[in-house]
């Protein structure tokens, strides 16, 4: 079984060469994916973190266990940032094209 940084190294490259405007970056010290120099998703605690904005439901994907990234410990979760576990795996490279519509459309 692949770890979730071999699966993330694996759709970054995915989405890298299917869409030139898409780049590697860098979120909270992890690696990312960019698009324009904003990130859209980032390998983070042995899962994904995709943005997927305020009204995305995670259940309509069939993804029933997710948290919001909460990576500040006085501040409330950031509601557009979706933490999917490996257990979703196969359910990374949409999310990866749902993030990246979300953020073309400036939101």
């Known amino acids: 079984m692949e770890t979730a940084e071999q699966l993330f190294n694996h ?5 890298t ?3 030139e405007e898409v ?4 979120m909270m010290s992890s690696p990312g994916i960019q698009y324009k120099r904003k990130n859209f998703a ?5 899962g994904m973190c995709f943005r997927l904005g305020r ?3 995670p259940g309509s ?3 029933h266990d997710y948290t919001l990234l909460n990576p500040f410990k006085n501040k409330p979760p950031l ?15 949409l999310l990866a094209e749902v993030a ?3 953020i073309r459309k400036g939101k």
């Not at 980032?42 to 042995?46: A, H, T």
């Open 11 to 15: 759709l970054r490259q995915e989405i």
């Open 55 to 57: 009204d995305f439901e």
């Open 100 to 102: 990246l519509q979300e």
């Open 79 to 93: 509601k557009d940032w979706f933490v999917i576990g490996t257990e979703y795996s196969e359910k990374w490279p």
């Open 61 to 63: 994907e069939g993804i």
């Open 17 to 19: 060469s299917t869409h």
């Open 42 to 46: 980032f390998l983070y605690r042995g």
């Open 23 to 26: 780049h590697e970056g860098t």
